[in-house]
């Protein structure tokens, strides 16, 4: 991107600053603070690249053998807190910025935190590359880039082995997903399907329980669990489950809500219902 020129003389300058001194003073005074323009995002990655940003993202995509990174722009202090070393030994080209030349990609609402980086997005897998895991979680048209990076944050906090989502109806790999994700993007297998009830079904057949969530259940999901293996089914919020995801799993099972409110925001039902699994796997 090419810098923006400034106009206008330093005369024009000192002339602006006494008419903003004389604002200040016919209002009683200078503003306590003057917020900073807003800024909109820029354009986005090249084609068939993907923008990450943040310590936490970066971090993790930098440590990931399989993240092909392309290119990266740090501020000074990112650098020192991501302990780069000397950036023109990093294998791709890096840039040492301030923080507003990342705004005007991200625009000014993300907390970038001083890095950027322009990477290839991570291949999903199929579902017969399941590895070897006893608990994994299922994802039924969740499509708020927000909600599904924090479920894969949660799903590798509890142990998780993959996440599984369709192929349509799910949101691709994006900055703001990486972002909230907090680094678990490189963390965990993504498997992509083309239809979700087929999946289960192969699931079933390799011995997991498939639980659905559903706030109107007929059981309590901690009295739920029978297997060794276990796959968390999620549906988008507003929706829940598709009438046909609810006729294949295994079982619909609900989070037992004793307070005023009976169901909670899909990403922290995938967290309350992790742990319980998590639980009573490990008993």
């Excluded at 600053?17 to 503003?31: C, S, V």
């Excluded at 923080?99 to 291949?123: F, Y």
């Excluded at 299922?138 to 708020?144: A, P």
């Excluded at 029978?226 to 995801?245: F, I, M």
């Amino acid at each position: 991107m090419s810098d923006i020129k400034k106009s206008g003389t330093p005369k024009d300058a000192h002339y602006a600053r006494l008419r903003r001194t004389f604002r200040d003073e016919k209002a009683g005074g200078p503003p306590a603070h003057r917020p900073r323009p807003k800024v909109m995002p820029g354009d986005g990655p090249s084609e068939g690249l993907v923008h990450l940003y943040g310590l936490h993202t970066v971090r993790a995509a930098l440590a990931n053998p399989a993240r092909k990174v392309r290119s990266m722009l740090v501020t000074r202090n990112a650098a020192e807190r991501l302990e780069l070393g000397p950036v023109d030994d990093l294998p791709f080209p890096t840039r040492i910025v301030e923080p507003r030349e990342i705004d005007k990609i991200t625009g000014s609402d993300a907390v970038h935190q001083g890095v950027l980086i322009e990477a290839e997005p991570l291949k999903p897998k199929r579902l017969d590359a399941l590895s070897d895991t006893n608990l994994v979680l299922v994802l039924d048209q969740v499509t708020d880039p927000h909600n599904v990076g924090a479920i894969l944050r949660s799903a590798v906090a509890f142990g998780a082995g993959a996440l599984i989502t369709t192929n349509r109806h799910s949101p691709t790999e994006s900055g703001v997903l990486a972002k909230s994700a907090s680094g678990a993007l490189e963390h965990i297998d993504h498997i992509e399907v083309r239809n979700l009830a087929e999946a289960l079904e192969t699931l079933h057949g390799a011995g997991f329980q498939t639980i659905g969530l559903d706030s109107d259940g007929p059981a309590e999901l901690e009295k739920t669990f029978s297997a060794q293996r276990l796959a968390l089914v999620l549906g988008a919020e507003g929706k829940g489950l598709r009438q046909k995801t609810r006729e294949t799993v295994s079982a619909l099972a609900r989070l037992d809500m004793p307070g005023a409110i009976r169901s909670l925001n899909v990403s922290n039902a995938a967290a309350v219902a992790l742990y319980a699994a998590g639980r009573f796997l490990n008993e």
